[in-house]
């Protein structure tokens, strides 16, 4: 049983467009949604997260959103540069409890 | 400081062979985990460890064990190595159970 999905394997987008990256999760006891990017060939880096009594956070071009009543979470890149181009993973953690991750994104960003 | 480090980088097994890898952090952290990622499964947990001398099994356990005997160290290994255990492997540390630091990752193939 998937705990948290991303849906989308890939998504091309153009540089300078937004890219929204996709997030949902079944379990509604989460309380901490990360999302961390890897390049090939590298380990997964952590890029932003996000608490379940916030519905937004920012951080330079990338701001995640959370919407806990349709248990979805969305990542989004403005602008999106070519070097954005990576695998972007969900995760989910509850309390005492390890990280939960969803299978990948994988974003293209076109020149 | 180095972070976390992963020996070693590549390695090719024949069906039956055992080996150990090595995960190294220099911060501190009390939480280790190693996971396993194949195409379209995203990062899988296979054990972790919660401080120096504790482990415990994540999603994927099977065909694995580990130990942790000195608190930068986590050691994971395979006694009988079997093709589907060919996947990479990334090695992750954290001061509690959210944000991680992951490992460069170990490339294993198992013949």
């Known amino acids: 049983d998937q705990q948290v999905k991303q849906n989308s394997p890939s998504l091309s987008v153009q540089e300078g467009r937004i890219s929204i990256l996709n997030c949902d999760y079944t379990n509604s006891m989460f309380d901490y949604f990360l999302w961390y990017k890897k390049y090939p060939a590298e380990g997964p880096t952590f890029l932003i997260s996000i608490s379940s009594i916030k519905d937004k956070n920012e951080d330079g071009r990338f701001t995640v959103f959370l919407n806990k009543s349709a248990k979805h979470l969305s990542l989004h890149i403005v602008p999106s540069q070519p070097g954005d181009s990576a695998v972007y993973f969900c995760?989910?953690?509850?309390?005492?409890?390890?990280?939960?991750f969803g299978k990948g994104t994988r974003l293209s960003v076109i020149a | 400081n180095a972070g976390v480090t992963q020996t070693p980088k590549f390695r090719v097994l024949k069906t039956g062979q055992s080996m150990t890898l090595l995960c190294a952090q220099d911060m501190n952290h009390e939480y280790m985990y190693w996971y396993r990622q194949d195409p379209g499964m995203g990062l899988r947990l296979i054990h972790y460890s919660v401080g120096e001398g504790t482990t415990a099994k994540g999603e994927v356990p099977d065909g694995y064990n580990v130990s942790r005997l000195k608190k930068q160290n986590f050691l994971l290994g395979l006694e009988s190595a079997a093709p589907s255990q060919t996947s990479v492997y990334f090695c992750?540390?954290?001061?509690?159970?959210?944000?991680?630091?992951f490992g460069p990752g170990t490339r294993l193939t198992v013949l």
């Open positions: 992750a540390s954290s001061y509690v159970y959210n944000e991680q630091f």
């Open positions: 995760a989910a953690s509850r309390g005492n409890t390890p990280l939960v």
